[in-house]
């Protein structure tokens, strides 16, 4: 069985400081309780803000199990994009996935589905792992449009690739009414048709399909649980190192189980 990829996104929290302090207490838990490496059956991951990308490069390591990410990233390789940071660019400051497609950042700053495709499209081609959020709202879910939408984001953004660039995407599935403080934790029989969907889909043709919104200690082993579900994309949870590192418990069991 492939690894659980279990990680989380920073979004825009954490000083340099408070960055560094979580990137050390993870290094120093795998370090003494996994001899280094990653919990058995789980593949780990991290995704600061840029602004921390390098600092939390240095405290794991160049050799660390755990995967580092950045949030967005442009899809030319450099020129006059004031503001925007490349993808040449997160991998010289140590990263090697590349979050596309957030909601946030479809709500907030644009993002469509033509972005989200120059933007995988660019991190293949610079060798870092696409990690493609898709996610539908409220309305659509109760609409009962919720795999279709899903289905649709995923096809554009994936549109054009090989069977070999497919296989390097990883897709978060993470619905928008169960992402952050206002939203409300999905229920195991909500996501089993959206991930049959997607499994149907993109099962063992793409590196993992991850659930994502109001993961917490409580619902992480379920949500593990459903079918093709491969890992879990966490926010608040997984801010506090604690957190993450129990998920990581968690994954590990679920691995072994
Ligand atoms: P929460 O776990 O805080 O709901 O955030 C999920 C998320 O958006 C991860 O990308």
Not at 14 to 43: F, I, N
Not at 222 to 235: K, Q
């Amino acid at each position: 069985m492939s690894p659980l990829w279990i990680g989380t996104s920073w979004k825009m929290t954490k000083t340099l400081a408070e960055g560094r302090v979580w990137a050390e207490g993870l290094r120093d838990h795998l370090a003494s309780e996994h001899g280094g490496q990653a919990p058995s059956g789980v593949q780990p991951f991290v995704i600061p803000s840029f602004t921390a990308t390098t600092a939390v490069r240095g405290v794991l390591g160049e050799d660390s199990p755990v995967l580092l990410g950045v949030q967005n990233a442009h899809w030319e390789d450099e020129g006059a994009w004031t503001g925007e940071v490349s993808v040449p660019q997160a991998r010289d400051a140590g990263a090697q996935v590349v979050e596309i497609g957030h909601s946030e950042r479809r709500e907030h700053f644009g993002e469509t589905v033509k972005t989200t495709r120059l933007k995988v499209a660019a991190a293949l081609r610079h060798g870092l792992t696409p990690l493609l959020c898709i996610g539908e709202s409220a309305e659509v879910k109760d609409a009962g449009g919720s795999s279709a939408f899903i289905l649709e984001q995923a096809a554009g953004a994936l549109e054009g690739l090989s069977a070999e660039e497919l296989a390097r995407v990883v897709i978060a599935y993470e619905p928008i009414w169960a992402i952050g403080e206002k939203g409300r934790p999905a229920t195991v029989e909500e996501l089993v048709e959206p991930f049959a969907a997607l499994g149907e889909q993109y099962s063992g043709r793409v590196m993992g399909l991850l659930y994502g919104g109001s993961v917490n200690l409580d619902n992480a082993a379920e949500l593990l649980g459903i079918e093709h579900v491969a890992g879990l994309f966490v926010g608040r949870t997984a801010w506090k190192l604690e957190g993450y590192l129990e998920l990581l418990r968690i994954a590990e069991a679920h691995a072994a189980s």
